[in-house]
């Protein structure tokens, strides 16, 4: 893990009570709300140099967004992205992957249009969705691929017990 992966933190809203909390982009567990204790979304950024400390070891999914900043169908899917993230909070983790100052990632993913959308469990991939869709159709394909991974994925509403804690 990079140094920079490592000291990185996104400032997230709390969707349930508005407090603002520092979450990291590598820990163990998922991010709680330091104020209302439910979970927070984990939204995050990565790169070559920390993708694999970033989206592969995670204890939870990871929906991973290899994306363009020239790319307007990734621009017009990224608020999407972070929705389905907050609406499953504590059980995804959204890593989003600029393909274009991350080359190499998306090499090893075999990019050959953005948006390219991928489920991880274990750094394995289990789902893959390339190009842009509708709301209703990411969420389906979202809910199909972590319906299919064994065990399942927790409950959001079940912490584990390596869970994250962060406050401002």
């Known amino acids: 893990m990079t140094a920079d992966a490592a000291a990185r933190r996104t400032v997230v809203t709390c969707p349930h009570c508005g407090?603002?909390?520092?979450?990291?982009?590598?820990?163990?567990?998922?991010?709680?709300?330091?104020?209302?204790?439910?979970?927070?979304?984990?939204?995050?950024?990565?790169?070559?140099?920390?993708?694999?400390?970033?989206?592969?070891?995670?204890?939870?999914?990871?929906?991973?967004?290899?994306?363009?900043?020239?790319?307007?169908?990734?621009?017009m899917v990224s608020p999407v992205l972070e929705q389905l993230a907050t609406e499953r909070a504590g059980a995804i983790k959204l890593v989003k992957v600029d393909v274009d100052?991350?080359?190499?990632?998306?090499?090893?993913?075999?990019?050959?249009?953005?948006?390219?959308?991928?489920?991880?469990?274990?750094?394995?991939?289990?789902?893959?969705?390339?190009?842009?869709?509708?709301?209703?159709?990411?969420r389906r394909w979202l809910d199909d691929a972590l319906a299919g991974l064994d065990p399942p994925v927790p409950s959001p509403s079940a912490p584990g017990p390596d869970e994250t804690e962060e406050s401002p």
Do not use: M
């Open 19 to 75: 407090s603002r909390n520092r979450v990291p982009s590598v820990a163990g567990g998922f991010p709680r709300c330091g104020n209302c204790r439910n979970p927070l979304p984990w939204i995050t950024d990565a790169g070559d140099d920390d993708f694999a400390a970033v989206a592969e070891q995670p204890s939870v999914p990871v929906l991973v967004d290899l994306w363009a900043t020239w790319c307007g169908p990734c621009r």
């Open 101 to 138: 100052r991350a080359p190499a990632t998306g090499t090893r993913f075999q990019v050959r249009a953005v948006p390219t959308l991928l489920v991880l469990r274990d750094g394995e991939v289990v789902a893959r969705q390339p190009g842009a869709a509708p709301v209703a159709t990411l």
